[in-house]
Antibody, heavy 119, light 110 residues
């Protein structure tokens, strides 16, 4: 069974950097893509970006200038950084397995982290 | 790169069948067999119900089925049950190694 456990700061001030990490408990870490997805309160899901083999990352174009997804294969972890946050970045952030071409769907998810941006 | 379009609300009585549409463009839904569907209950993480247009993951009821025609994908729930009441989202690969979700549909079991 694949398990994802995520953590990070839940309250940020405007202009700060959001930082979240997701640990994967499964031997499949090096053979899949791993994504970050967010959901503003009462709204829909938004794909943020993904990282996969060789640490190559891809991002939603409208967020690309502020987002960095990185991976630490020695710890089976991947991370999200989103800089210059505003209230519009307030959301539940999920890490998930998926985002490749052969494994495009998101089949395992973290528990979600509510990140609130407020002064 | 706009969100895929879904109806905001769909409802049905127990035992009935309902269909949720997901309309994209020739750059996403219309070009790839990489549409997936997710069920989300309040306060929970989404759960994949359909992947690659019409494939069901192990453990998902065969009451859920998917299809695609042109730029529109569809999720059909047959034999509607109270536990199917949830939000549903479609998702499509849109090229350039990126993905886009649908606007979401709230399913109500009357």
């Amino acid at each position: 069974q694949v398990q994802l456990q995520q953590w990070g700061a839940g309250l940020l001030q405007p202009s700060e950097t959001l930082s979240l990490t997701c640990a994967v408990f499964h031997e499949s870490f090096n053979t899949y893509y791993w994504s970050w997805i967010r959901q503003p309160p009462g709204e829909g899901l938004e794909w943020i970006g993904k990282i996969g083999r060789g640490a190559s990352a891809n991002y939603k174009p409208s967020l690309e200038s502020r987002v960095t997804i990185s991976v630490d294969t020695s710890k089976n972890q991947f991370s999200l950084k989103l800089n210059s946050v505003t209230a519009a970045d307030t959301a539940v952030y999920y890490c998930a397995r998926g985002g490749g071409i052969t494994t495009s769907s998101f089949d395992y998810w973290g528990q979600g982290t509510l990140v609130t941006v407020s002064s | 790169q706009s969100a895929l379009t879904q109806p905001a609300f769909v409802s049905g009585s127990p035992g009935q069948s309902i269909t949720i549409s997901c309309t994209g463009t020739s750059s996403d839904v219309g070009s790839y067999q990489l549409v997936s569907w997710y069920q989300q209950h309040p306060g929970k993480a989404p759960k994949v119900m359909i992947f690659e247009v019409n494939k069901r993951p192990s453990g998902v009821s065969n009451r859920f089925s998917g299809s695609k025609s042109g730029n529109t994908a569809s999720l059909t729930i047959s034999g509607l049950q109270a536990e199917d009441e949830a939000d549903y989202y479609c998702c499509s690969y849109e090229g350039g190694s990126t993905f886009v979700f649908g606007t979401g549909t709230k399913v109500t079991v009357l």
